[in-house]
């Protein structure tokens, strides 16, 4: 069986809610999903962005699928894979971001892995940069592969969750403004990144 990442972790934290066996059943179910969602999406469009489709997105829609399947109520499933996604995702990122405040300006270092970041993640040319300069980055999107396959897969209303991680990410930031007034997965046309240098 294809390995699932966040496996481990994500059946500890589930017994918060659920007792033992029913977590070990939910993340096995989870697993199954998981290497079905692989073998689908091995040979697709989204080649380029295979590492978030891999880490994040494929793992996210086959545990929320899992607890879906126990019949319980929308709002109280996305609760509990807020939890999961708020303590797995990123977090080798945010202990690397704290090293940043010791910086005096760290907005130079961190605006390549922006860049890098954003161009990654999206479709090739649905993006558009609306600023590039030493104060700031900013770039419009209009196609996300997570809007798209949520929606695919019958779970677009997964997909707000995964803009809150944007959100978790830019927070981390020491001295880094954020902003965003869009998102297409909150039913936008596209979703508007700003980061900003705070002097």
Same mark, same amino acid.
């Given at each position: 069986?294809?390995?699932?990442p966040?496996?481990?972790?994500?059946?500890?934290?589930?017994?918060? +809610?659920?007792?033992?066996?029913?977590? $070990?059943g @939910?993340?096995?179910k989870?697993?199954?999903?998981?290497?079905? *969602?692989? #073998?689908?999406?091995?040979?697709?469009?989204?080649?380029?962005?295979?590492?978030?489709?891999?880490?994040?997105?494929?793992?996210?829609?086959s545990?929320?699928?899992a607890?879906?399947?126990?019949?319980?109520d929308r709002?109280?499933?996305l609760?509990?894979?807020?939890t999961?996604?708020?303590?797995?995702?990123?977090?080798?990122? +945010?202990?690397?971001?704290r090293?940043? $405040?010791? @910086?005096?300006?760290?907005?130079?270092?961190?605006?390549?892995? *922006?860049? #890098?970041?954003?161009?990654d993640?999206?479709?090739?040319?649905?993006?558009?940069v609306?600023?590039?300069?030493?104060?700031?980055?900013?770039?419009?999107?209009?196609?996300?592969?997570?809007?798209?396959?949520?929606?695919f897969?019958?779970?677009?209303?997964?997909?707000?969750?995964?803009?809150?991680?944007?959100?978790?990410?830019?927070?981390?930031?020491p001295?880094?403004g954020?902003?965003?007034?869009?998102?297409?997965?909150?039913?936008?046309?596209?979703?508007?990144?700003?980061?900003?240098?705070?002097?």
């Open positions: 069986m294809i390995r699932m966040y496996a481990g972790k994500w059946q500890t934290i589930l017994t918060e +809610f659920y007792d033992e066996p029913i977590s $070990k @939910l993340v096995s989870a697993r199954a999903y998981y290497g079905e *969602l692989r #073998l689908h999406y091995s040979s697709s469009i989204y080649s380029k962005q295979r590492t978030a489709l891999n880490s994040r997105i494929l793992p996210g829609l545990i929320y699928k607890l879906c399947e126990e019949g319980h709002e109280k499933v609760g509990e894979v807020e999961l996604f708020r303590r797995t995702f990123f977090t080798v990122q +945010f202990q690397g971001l090293l940043l $405040k010791y @910086l005096p300006d760290p907005f130079p270092v961190i605006k390549p892995a *922006l860049k #890098l970041m954003t161009g993640e999206y479709m090739p040319g649905s993006q558009e609306i600023a590039d300069d030493e104060d700031c980055y900013a770039v419009n999107t209009y196609r996300c592969i997570i809007f798209d396959i949520l929606t897969q019958n779970a677009p209303e997964l997909t707000a969750l995964y803009c809150k991680t944007d959100d978790w990410l830019a927070e981390a930031l001295r880094i954020w902003g965003r007034s869009k998102t297409i997965g909150r039913g936008d046309d596209y979703c508007d990144f700003r980061w900003f240098r705070i002097k």
